[in-house]
């Protein structure tokens, strides 16, 4: 995202205008809330390491201080650890506190705030896909297709969603819609804003639908490459946050070997 969270001082786009009547956080707060969701919901799991603090503000889209004070402060509360030396970095504590989690939640004017951003994107995103079968060229598919092959080598939620939003503003600027193409951008900064960190094994899973989407953009097949990006939209409502947090199982439960809510945001969280 070219839009980033600053420090406490600075505007959020969980603060911005779109979002009037939600409730209202500073940036590192929200930082704070997606990775603690992440973690409620056992997408990240004890004992896991976090990507490098610089990674870490890159795939939420906030500044390095930002994303600095809300581990410094999530430490602070037993959330995650950290350790110094060789093999050292950021780690989700083995027993986070449950108390502390628990205030680490979405309300549920924030999570229908979001189910109407993912609206929003979709409309949009049908649009763009439509453009982009007709208009992208080939120098564009070639690009996107190497971008898929970024997404299914990425290691982490971090370097996939930064290579998941180049993925999707391309198909955007391909679609040659001149300057809808900066409001498409603008509706996915703020989705991408609510992104959390994803298992990067149903990261990749969802990649299978930007192989697709390429595949029948490269067919000139408008209809296919706009039932993809559908359903890869769509599913949102189900696989961020506000989805899965309405599972009623236990957080440590919520996540286990095979276990597939349908796919997970690209890139959203809260993240594609």
């Not at 600075?10 to 969701?37: F, N, Q, T, Y």
């Not at 971090?158 to 999707?168: A, G, K, L, P």
């Amino acid at each position: 995202m070219t839009r980033q969270l600053e420090d406490t001082t600075g505007d959020s786009p969980i603060e911005a205008a779109p979002l009037l009547g939600i409730d209202r956080r500073s940036a590192i707060d929200a930082v704070r809330l997606r990775i603690g969701m992440a973690i409620s919901l056992g997408l990240l799991q004890p004992g896991e390491r976090l990507p490098d603090q610089q990674d870490v503000a890159l795939g939420l889209s906030v500044s390095p201080i930002t994303a600095r004070r809300a581990l410094a402060s999530l430490a602070d509360q037993g959330i995650v650890v950290r350790r110094r030396g060789r093999g050292g970095g950021t780690f989700v504590a083995d027993e986070p506190p449950r108390s502390v989690l628990e205030q680490l939640a979405a309300s549920p004017a924030e999570s229908h705030a979001v189910n109407r951003l993912v609206d929003r994107r979709l409309l949009f995103e049908c649009a763009v896909t439509h453009f982009a079968a007709v208009n992208a060229t080939g120098e564009q598919l070639d690009e996107l297709e190497r971008l898929t092959q970024e997404m299914a080598a990425s290691s982490n939620w971090s370097e996939y969603h930064q290579t998941d939003e180049r993925f999707h503003r391309l198909v955007a600027a391909s679609s040659a819609l001149g300057p809808a193409v900066d409001v498409y951008n603008e509706a996915l900064a703020e989705l991408y804003a609510y992104f959390i960190p994803y298992p990067i094994e149903l990261l990749h899973e969802s990649n299978r639908d930007h192989i697709a989407l390429v595949d029948a953009l490269r067919a000139g097949d408008g209809r296919g490459a706009v039932e993809v990006s559908w359903r890869h939209v769509d599913v949102l409502h189900k696989t961020m946050f506000m989805g899965l947090a309405a599972a009623s199982v236990p957080p440590q439960q919520r996540v286990v070997p095979g276990w597939r809510p349908g796919l997970p945001p690209c890139g959203p969280a809260l993240h594609g």
